[in-house]
């Protein structure tokens, strides 16, 4: 029979694991806020330091709003047509040693990477546009004249883990800690009798340290990096012409292509060729119908091929295509779980081409093709497999 002393002896926490396992297993989720910034004036640098967490980072959240604008004047003021995300012309995250993890504008790092990349949203949800934290303040090349117009908000993620508990950047000594820069500039035409200011709110998913144990994440010190190059020459239309894309590095896991014209407004389209070839070291891995393609995309990322959708959510942006190797243990992206072993190894004088024969007609020539990277620069070997099982 139990005694007195038996039975009122204290309990063993749970969140405690016996022994042996991944690193998952002995640490939980956690959310912090980094900063807020309220009433910036559009066209300003916001460089606010980040602060220490106990753990490690699994992504960077990120909201912005626009208030206060107001129209009481006869001219219209119109949308561009990267809005609200060309707001910031530049986004740079460096890691505490000065490594550029993220570097890009605001349409391609905090939109596209969301949608195609598997770091934070699948599916429908791949499309920040779907969240319940968006507000739309009017569509791509929209003319407003109403009396408060530019209010928009917009939620989205960097994302640094790109396998369960793998990328993720040590965050709990705040003398070695991430930076982050932005650059923002007006995202419409016109002149507003009061301009709008912005508030950017940052908060950090992360890991806390585990407890009972001595373990770190798997790969410590691998990183996930994202850098949007232009390639060359530019592309006339209806021209047979071969883009290179600049020296990459590391395993390619994501590429996605973007295509927009000369005109003042460096519109995006959808001059692709009826056959698009992608070249690697001479050897065209991809040599595709643009129809076929357009299939991919909506197997890989459950996305529409028409543009017409974007708007609900299911569409393919205009101008934009991406490839996947997010894929090996299904056809779909499933975002974290993957195995890499698809990924595309490359090196400083790894060759990227892109050719066309012929391009595609419309806007304004010539055109320019613009390659979205994501690239994983591992510590040391590659892991591969699930290292999270």
């Known amino acids: 029979m139990a005694t007195d002393t038996e039975a009122g002896r204290a309990q063993p926490q749970t969140s405690i694991q016996a022994p042996g396992g991944p690193f998952i297993r002995y640490s939980q989720q956690g959310r912090r806020p980094m900063y807020q910034v309220t009433s910036q004036a559009f066209g300003n640098t916001i460089t606010q330091p980040l602060v220490s967490a106990p753990g490690y980072g699994r992504a960077i959240r990120f909201r912005a709003a626009s208030t206060g604008g107001l129209n009481t004047l006869t001219a219209t003021v119109t949308y561009q047509a990267d809005a609200p995300f060309n707001a910031f012309s530049l986004v740079q995250l460096r890691d505490a040693f000065g490594t550029p993890l993220f570097t890009g504008d605001g349409f391609s790092l905090l939109y596209l990477v969301a949608m195609f990349s598997g770091g ?170 643009l129809d076929e393609l357009y299939d991919d995309i909506m197997n890989q990322f459950m996305l529409e091929s028409s543009t017409a959708t974007v708007a609900a959510g299911s569409g393919r942006p205009t101008g934009v295509i991406a490839f996947t190797r997010k894929a090996s243990l299904s056809q779909v992206n499933l975002g974290l779980l993957d195995t890499y072993e698809t990924a595309i190894s490359t090196n400083p004088g790894t060759l990227v081409q892109v050719e066309g024969s012929p391009w595609g007609s419309g806007g304004t020539s010539p055109y320019t093709l613009t390659a979205i990277a994501g690239q994983v620069v591992p510590s040391g070997t590659l892991i591969q497999g699930l290292p999270e099982a």
Request: no cysteine; charged share 10%.
């Open 120 to 289: 934070y949203g699948l599916g429908y949800a791949a499309n920040i546009a779907n969240m319940p934290s968006w507000t739309s303040g009017g569509t791509a090349g929209q003319s407003q004249t109403n009396t408060a117009v530019a209010s928009w908000t917009f939620a989205t993620a960097l994302p640094l883990e790109f396998m369960r508990g793998y990328g993720v950047i040590s965050w709990a000594n705040a003398s070695l800690l991430p930076t982050i820069l932005l650059q923002t500039q007006l995202p419409y035409t016109g002149t507003l009798s009061t301009n709008p200011v912005l508030e950017v709110d940052v908060d950090l998913d992360f890991y806390w340290l585990p407890e009972g144990v001595q373990i770190a994440p798997p790969g410590l010190g691998s990183t996930r990096q994202w850098v949007v190059q232009q390639a060359n020459p530019t592309i006339a239309t209806s021209s047979t012409t071969t883009a290179v894309l600049p020296r990459l590095g590391g395993f390619i896991d994501t590429l996605i292509l973007v295509l927009r014209d000369a005109s003042a407004t460096n519109a995006r389209q959808d001059g692709w060729p009826s056959r698009l070839r992608l070249y690697l070291d001479g050897v065209p891995v991809v040599d595709s119908r």
